[in-house]
């Protein structure tokens, strides 16, 4: 089959300088856009292990691949352990949220793996060496780490505190933090492959610690834990196909707030003005309620996908926003901090990808295995403990999360861009309002990710980031809303979500343009490389 052909650039756009070194370096070595972002996020791994680890519990990955021409999505979600009780944890929050009881098969390298295998073009030993050396060689203790890791030794047992730091103190600022342990976890994942991590003395040590310690987790949770190829959660928007993670993704949110604004002619408002976030707010609400009501493991719980995207419903919500007034439910969730990873990929033969993991919270569990230098993730935490909840746990269940990595293509199905960032419930709203800052107000990358934004969830108050002036927040309160600056737990006190990133194609003019809201270094373009094979299977 003749090899499609796609823009003259290749782009990477991730949260952190030393990722997007990476993924330029594959790149360059003649590796795809699939290669590129598994191993900008290995990197991040290393570079930001409080948001996302080898030990994370897991993400989602959302793929255009130009041969076929086709899109994929890949679930790795983690599930509650087989042993799971409700009456283990006697009703206590605490236990889900950290420590030993909290942690769940960590998914990540799992998903990252089949990755690789069905649409990868490199071996996992090549995409893994730049975090290898980023290991070895030690990224520098900033205040802003310094703190994170301060904050997570004083929830840390005396065991994990010795594991990640054989002083049992955490380094001070302006001081190389070399992850030995980690190194050498990863030269192994290398050598043996990945599914090391899944089989063998590797689980079998984990299994050790946790159970030591009053955890459940087991073997056989480790051999349950299979990644899945998913078709990709789609919704027609102006024209254009926005494509997002399937449940338990949360990005089926994103689509219905998409949905329920195409009801309104968004090229005659103001660009980022009142009515705009009125509108958006607005939508936000009305669909977070059909989230509380429906969104958990679709495997356990059946959704109504087909209904929530139905232009039946988006066309109801609409009609009830221009009826007036403000949509107040009493049913807010409580805020969620950005600390996740996202990172996008393009390359030469028109692939994309959009990849989203996670430790949970920040540090996820607190909980390091010994000798290996491995932070594990909290899956536990992500489910909701209300009565009558669909995401409520259950033995063998995955839980439903934020994570909403999005592809746009244009008319006729080619690429058109790739959004994601950080940010816990914020990821939904965000990643809605990235993707009308690009198709409706025509923004560059970098305009789109530095945009003013809003956020809401069933019900009052919103919640608006720094970009938006003082003027406009006097206008949304004179419409009746309650309003208030920044985001109540995690991230910059002033803004909305995490730091987002955009890719955007340019079809016509072959080229492709990249974004990073972390940094003008954390998102490069590449020129001058030779095609990368297409990767689809």
């Known amino acids: 089959m003749q090899r499609p052909l796609g823009p003259k650039s290749a782009a990477v756009a991730t949260p952190h300088p030393a990722a997007a070194s990476a993924g330029r370096e594959i790149l360059l070595a003649g590796g795809n856009a699939v290669d590129a972002a598994v191993a900008a996020m290995l990197t991040c791994c290393v570079a930001m292990p409080g948001s996302v680890g080898v030990g994370g519990y897991g993400g989602t990955m959302v793929a255009y691949l130009a041969d076929p021409g086709r899109a994929v999505a890949i679930d790795f979600d983690s599930r509650a352990p087989l042993a799971y009780r409700e009456d283990i944890f006697g009703g206590e929050w605490k236990k889900y949220d950290v420590g030993y009881l909290s942690i769940t098969v960590p998914a990540v390298v799992a998903g990252l793996s089949m990755a690789m295998e069905r649409y990868g073009t490199k071996p996992w030993a090549d995409v893994s060496k730049p975090a290898i050396t980023l290991a070895e060689q030690g990224i ?67 299994v050790r610690q946790v159970r030591e310690n009053g955890g459940i987790l087991a ?22 196909r926005v494509l997002t993670a399937p449940p338990p993704a949360g990005g089926l949110t994103a689509l219905q707030i998409l ?25 936000a609400k009305l669909s977070w309620q059909d989230r509380a009501m429906y969104l958990g493991d679709p495997a356990m719980t059946p959704i109504p996908e087909e209904e929530l995207l139905s232009d039946t419903a988006a066309s109801a919500k609409a009609e009830r926003i221009r009826r007036g007034g403000v949509v107040r439910a009493n049913e807010a969730s409580p805020p969620s901090p950005p600390h996740t990873v996202n990172v996008l990929t393009s390359d030469t033969s028109g692939n994309v990808v959009s990849l989203t993991a996670t430790q949970g919270y920040l540090y996820g569990s607190a909980v390091v295995i010994d000798g290996m230098g491995l932070i594990m993730g909290h899956g536990m935490s992500r489910f909701d403990l209300s009565a009558g909840s669909p995401n409520r746990p259950a033995p063998g269940k995955r ?43 025509h923004a560059t990358p970098a305009q789109a990710v530095k945009a003013g934004r809003v956020h809401a969830e069933a019900d009052e108050p919103l919640a608006v980031s720094s970009a938006v002036p003082d003027s406009v927040i006097e206008e949304l309160r004179a ?12 991230g910059p006190p002033n803004e909305i979500g995490g730091k987002a990133n955009v890719i955007l194609v340019n079809a016509e003019r072959g080229t492709v343009q990249a974004a990073s809201q972390a940094s003008e270094d954390a998102a490069v373009v590449v020129d001058s490389i030779s095609r990368p094979a297409a990767g689809g299977n």
């Not at 050498?184 to 984990?206: F, H, M, N, Q, V």
């Not at 949905?259 to 707010?281: N, S």
């Not at 999360?401 to 690429?415: A, Y």
């Open 219 to 240: 073997e056989e949770d480790f051999r349950y834990c299979r990644p899945a190829v998913v078709e990709p959660l789609a919704i027609e928007y102006r024209g254009y």
């Open 259 to 283: 949905k329920t604004l195409e009801q309104f002619d968004l090229r005659k408002i103001k660009p980022w003005g009142a009515e705009y976030f009125h509108l958006v707010a607005e939508a």
């Open 399 to 441: 839980m439903y999360h934020n994570m909403s990595p999005t592809l746009v293509l244009r008319p006729g199905g080619k690429p058109h861009a790739a959004v994601g960032l950080p940010g816990g419930q914020k990821i939904v709203t965000v990643t809605a309002q990235l993707v009308v800052n690009l198709i409706d107000f």
């Open 479 to 490: 419409m009746g809303h309650t309003v208030r600056r920044g985001q109540d737990v995690g």
């Open 140 to 206: 520098p203790i900033s205040a802003d780490l310094k703190r994170q890791l301060d904050n997570w030794a004083k929830k840390a047992d005396t065991l994990s505190l010795r594991a990640l730091f054989p002083t049992k103190a955490v380094p001070e600022a302006g001081t190389v933090w070399v992850q030995g342990d980690m190194a050498k976890l990863l030269r192994r994942l290398a050598e043996e492959g990945p599914w090391a991590l899944y089989r063998g003395d590797i689980p079998r040590t984990i």
